[in-house]
């Protein structure tokens, strides 16, 4: 490794800019380096929250005394070795950071050349630099920075809390301990240990699996798939969670591209398309994704915090990633309602066996202290029709009951099924709306009896301005005087319709829809609106047939174990679960 100073031409045409706002900034370019050294483990101290020391301490390949005073100048680099800003492999590329962070702070950086008999210590502070000095240190760099911006009393300002610039600082160092499972990192603040994962060997997908668990929680793993794709040379991989396990901001999908963490307004966008049909606008689905890309298809040179990338092949990398989420998606369809029972048996377990996994004693959980009735339980015997048996054969079984005019309740070969109706009910709506609209449109039914609607003039002609596209998903609507509406005929799947609950529904949805969206783009919306006001919505009693129509086509049905919000549509209790439950095994 040698570094050298960029030519002026190169130096131009580099996305220049100050880099370092903040202590994170600073901890993510070092440690960057770090990595750019090969190095198997990396050690981050900080206190108060980085502004008055940031260490980062490596055993990569270190400087001799030479590349140390080099690395502190200006476009100094040993990373561009082809000066071919089209083939950038590593994380550095602009020789900035160093001189940049030597700028603002108090800056001692001590190295040890791999092949090096000894270390060499450099020194700038002020505008100064200091020249080097002999140094103990077995092996690797470490870089001191202190009392950073104690030059520029403004920027200091700006900074938060100590506590949330320690939280950025941790972000960055996962993010980037994600990208990396077979390197170690450490953080500690203050003298805390904060963030700690060892260096990984083996496998990379499972190793990457390993270090996603400890990164983000045993409880991703637990609810995540695998992704690998490649088209193009362009290859995906990675780990995305079930729509189930999602949460109320997009700051839990994490991205790289090359292994560097982006935060990409195409791929965040591709994301979303992908889990559009499962998961409410407001969820957002936790994901950790890595892009390889060609390095001549891609252009990481167009932020100066290298927080964006540019491809050249925009439309292949949106489609690689939405069709193989969806793809993904669609075979852990059944997956959801699996890990729920999991869920469900976790939450309840603990609580049962408070300590040490005693077996509960009848009526341990009601307070009673005397069993609820001893001696042999009456066998009681459930007449069976010998229709039900054949269903129990059905994965989802045969419906036995219907509970609190919500839920479901099946017996299935060797469990039961709790299903939650509307839930269930808003997802075949849904999936056929979108299957008839794509072949010949949605079947529509006559209504005996028209009905007229009063409304608001705003939301009459919002309706009726969009009367075409509603017609199309079933729904005629015409106009009837100042101040009403009436309406023909309804989309027939949703049998039975409450009219006036539906207008006033749709035309609110309306009312908060931009004016140039197409209703088909925001079908989950309408769907679910639609689906709200159907013949099988919560609070509706069911016969037992029409339970077990529900069940068998929800079995037809893809996706059918989340509802489009993404809360599943149903739960499965193995009996062994139940078993555990109960304490038999
Ligand atoms: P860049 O990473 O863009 O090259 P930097 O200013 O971050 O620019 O670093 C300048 C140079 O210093 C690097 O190209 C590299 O040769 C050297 N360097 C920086 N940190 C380390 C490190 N931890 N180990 C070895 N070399 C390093
Ligand atoms: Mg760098």
Redesign the pocket.
């Known amino acids: 490794?040698t570094?050298r100073r960029l030519p002026e031409k190169l130096i131009n045409r580099i996305a220049a800019g100050e880099v370092i706002e903040r202590p994170a900034n600073v901890v993510k370019?070092l440690v960057?380096?770090?990595l750019?050294?090969s190095a198997g483990k990396i050690d981050v101290w900080i206190e108060t929250g980085g502004k008055a020391l940031i260490v980062v301490a490596?055993d990569?390949?270190?400087?001799s005394r030479d590349?140390l005073l080099l690395?502190l100048e200006r476009h100094?680099?040993?990373?561009l070795p082809e000066d071919d800003l089209e083939h950038i492999e590593t994380l550095?590329?602009?020789?900035?950071?160093?001189?940049s962070i030597a700028s603002v702070s108090r800056l001692c950086i001590t190295?040890r050349a791999k092949a090096g008999k000894e270390a060499w210590s450099i020194k700038v502070a002020g505008g100064k630099m200091f020249a080097p000095k002999p140094a103990a240190l077995a092996h690797?760099?470490r870089?001191e920075v202190r009392d950073l911006f104690y030059a520029t009393p403004a920027r200091l300002k700006f900074l938060k809390t100590d506590r949330t610039e320690v939280g950025r600082i941790q972000e960055a160092l996962k993010q980037l301990a994600m990208a990396y499972p077979e390197v170690g990192f450490t953080l500690k603040s203050d003298g805390r240990t904060l963030f700690q994962v060892s260096a990984l060997k083996g496998d990379p997908v499972e190793i990457r699996l390993k270090r996603l668990g400890a990164v983000l929680g045993e409880d991703f793993i637990k609810n995540a798939f695998s992704i690998r794709a490649e088209r193009e040379g362009h290859t995906l991989s990675g780990f995305a969670a079930v729509p189930t396990y999602n949460r109320g901001n997009a700051q839990h999908q994490f991205l790289f591209v090359g292994g560097r963490p982006v935060r990409d307004r195409l791929l965040l966008g591709a994301v979303r398309g992908a889990y559009r049909d499962y998961l409410a606008r407001s969820r957002h689905p936790v994901l950790a994704l890595f892009l390889d890309v060609p390095p001549e298809f891609l252009d990481v040179n167009v932020h100066p915090a290298k927080a964006e990338v540019r491809f050249r092949d925009a439309a292949l990398v949106r489609g690689l990633i939405v069709s193989s989420l969806r793809q993904a998606l669609q075979a852990a369809g059944h997956k959801a309602s699996t890990t729920i029972a999991d869920q469900v048996l976790e939450k309840a377990l603990p609580r049962f066996y408070p300590q040490g996994g005693n077996r509960p004693s009848h009526g341990a959980f009601s307070g009673l202290q005397e069993p609820l009735f001893s001696g042999t339980a009456p066998t009681a015997r459930v007449e069976m029709e010998e229709e039900d048996q054949h269903l129990e054969q059905f994965p989802l079984g045969a419906a036995r009951a219907q509970l609190h005019e919500t839920y479901i309740i099946a017996q299935t070969r060797d469990g039961l099924v709790v299903v939650d109706q509307h839930a269930a009910h808003e997802r075949l709506v849904y999936e056929k709306m979108k299957k008839m609209l794509s072949k010949r449109g949605i079947e529509r039914q006559g209504l005996l009896m028209p009905e007229v609607v009063e409304l608001d003039e705003a939301l009459v002609h919002k309706l009726l301005k969009r009367s075409d596209e509603l017609a199309e998903l079933g729904l005629v609507i015409e106009p009837f005087g100042e101040g009403a509406v009436v309406i023909r005929e309804t989309p027939a799947l949703l049998g039975e319709v409450d009219v006036k609950g539906l207008i006033l529904d749709i035309a609110d949805d309306l009312a908060d829809m931009d004016e140039s969206l197409k209703l088909k783009e925001k079908l989950e919306d309408v769907c679910s609106t639609m689906a709200c006001h159907g013949s099988v919505r919560a609070g509706r009693r069911l016969t037992r047939e029409e339970m077990n129509a529900l069940l068998r086509e929800m079995e037809a049905t893809p996706h059918s174990g989340q509802c489009s919000h993404g809360r599943p549509t149903y739960v499965e209790l193995k009996l062994a679960d139940i078993e555990r439950l109960f304490g038999r095994r």
């Not at 990569?60 to 400087?63: F, L, Q, R, W």
């Not at 100094?76 to 990373?79: D, Q, V």
């Open positions: 490794m570094i370019e960057e380096n770090s750019d050294a490596d990569g390949s270190g400087m590349e690395s100094a680099t040993s990373k550095g590329f602009r020789g900035e950071a160093l001189p190295s690797g760099t870089v």
